[in-house]
Nanobody
Framework: QVQLMESGGGSVQAGGSLRLSCVAS????????MAWFRQASGKEREGVAV????????YYSSSVQDRFTISQDVSTNTLYLQMNSLVPEDTAMYYC???????????????????WGQGTQVTVSS
């Protein structure tokens, strides 16, 4: 049973930083792609960043490029999202997601992911 558990969300002022964590359990040794998505109130879930386990490849949405960094510690099955220079538009519920190979669809298509965490709220005030 795959489980993903996010933490690290909170409230921060614009310009501040947060680091989100997602601990994965029940995932066998394989090359999943791990992603962060977010969903703001009244909006669709959008892909923020993805990392391909074992390939060191990462991709970002244009809205967070150069501000956010995705990383992972495979020894602890932990996924991270370092978020810097936060703006109010980053306010959302943030989810981590896992998609085992073969990868289905575009990295930023939520339908491609099989497993999801429960989310952690990030609120950025101006």
């Amino acid at each position: 049973q795959v489980q993903l558990m996010e933490s690290g969300g909170g409230s921060v002022q614009a310009g501040g930083s947060l680091r989100l964590s997602c601990v994965a359990s029940g995932i066998p040794a394989r090359r999943d792609r791990m992603a962060w998505f977010r969903q703001a109130s009244g909006k669709e879930r959008e892909g923020v960043a993805v990392i391909y386990t074992g390939y060191s490849s990462a991709y970002y949405s244009s809205s967070v490029q150069d501000r956010f960094t995705i990383s992972q510690d495979v020894s602890t099955n932990t996924l991270y999202l370092q978020m810097n220079s936060l703006v109010p538009e980053d306010t959302a519920m943030y989810y981590c997601a896992s998609d085992p190979p073969p990868y289905d669809g575009s990295w930023n298509d939520a339908r491609a992911y099989d497993y999801w965490g429960q989310g952690t709220q990030v609120t950025v005030s101006s």
